[in-house]
């Protein structure tokens, strides 16, 4: 089984940056992803990367804002987040893939999911 646990979440003024990550307990992933789930709202991906390949991929609304990154020898991914907005108030969630999933920023193919850390973003 494997356990992954984010960092990293907190409260920000719009504008500001955060960096999360997650923490896995064994390396078994080729997808990694972010998700968040904005209150109220339903459960959305926001970046992607498929480890080897460092292929990323993200949301439309992150796009140019945010970048997702992977440490293998730590079994670590970062999600830096830059120029927040109120509307990425979220719980963020990381999540792992053991392929290479075909819509990374879906969740139907991924397995392993952390337990979430809260992003809270002021105006």
């Known amino acids: 089984q494997v356990q992954l646990v984010e960092s990293g979440g907190g409260e920000v003024q719009a504008g500001g940056s955060l960096r999360l990550s997650c923490a896995a307990s064994?390396?078994?992933?080729?997808?990694v992803g972010w998700f968040r789930h904005p209150p109220g709202k339903e459960r959305e991906g926001v970046a992607a990367i498929y480890s080897g390949f460092g292929t990323e991929f993200y949301g439309n609304s992150v796009q140019g804002r945010f970048s997702i990154s992977l440490d293998n020898a730590k079994n670590t991914v970062n999600l830096q987040m830059n120029d927040l907005k109120p509307e990425d108030t979220a719980t963020y969630y990381c999540a792992t893939a053991p392929g290479y999933a075909n819509s990374p920023l879906t969740e139907p193919e991924y397995k392993y999911w952390g337990q979430g850390t809260q992003v809270t973003v002021s105006s």
């Open positions: 064994l390396h078994t992933w080729n997808t």
